[in-house]
Nanobody, 119 residues
Framework: VQLQASGGGLVQAGGSLRLSCAASGDRFGIIAMGWYRQAPGKQRELVARITSGGSANYAESVKGRFTISRDNAKNTMYLQMNSLNPEDAAVYLC??????????????WGQGTQVTVSS
C-alpha cells in the first residue's frame, strides 16, 4: 500500500483546510485509515481514524471541528479541518492499517503534510 498525503498549508486561525490521502497498491486488506499529527516537542497524536465499515473516531481536541471521510471510488481519505487554531499546527501523517495475513496487521504510512496556523 502506498499513501500520498496532500492539502496542508498556511491558514489563519479560524480557517479551514482539507487534507487528502490517496491510497494505491494492494488495498484489499485495509481495515482502517486515519491521521496522526506531530508537533515539535510534542508526542505524536492520533487525530482521527475511520474503519473499513465507516466508523469514525476522533481525538477529544478535534471533536466537532474535524471530519474524517473517505471516497472508496477514488481510494482517497479526507480530513476536513474547520475552526483551526494554532494548537492544530503540526505535520499531519496519514496511515492505513491492513491485515496482511490472518491474525497479522501492518501499518503503512504516507509522507507528512505540514499544517501551519497563524494567530
Amino acid at each position: 500500500v502506498q499513501l500520498q498525503a496532500s492539502g496542508g498549508g498556511l491558514v489563519q486561525a479560524g480557517g479551514s483546510l482539507r487534507l487528502s490521502c490517496a491510497a494505491s497498491g494492494d488495498r484489499f486488506g485495509i481495515i482502517a485509515m486515519g491521521w496522526y499529527r506531530q508537533a515539535p516537542g510534542k508526542q505524536r497524536e492520533l487525530v482521527a481514524r475511520i474503519t473499513s465499515g465507516g466508523s469514525a473516531n476522533y481525538a477529544e481536541s478535534v471533536k466537532g471541528r474535524f471530519t474524517i471521510s473517505r471516497d472508496n471510488a477514488k481510494n482517497t481519505m479526507y480530513l476536513q479541518m474547520n475552526s483551526l487554531n494554532p494548537e492544530d499546527a503540526a505535520v499531519y501523517l496519514c496511515y492505513a492499517r491492513a491485515e496482511t495475513s490472518p491474525g497479522y496487521e501492518y501499518q503503512y504510512w504516507g509522507q507528512g503534510t505540514q499544517v501551519t496556523v497563524s494567530s
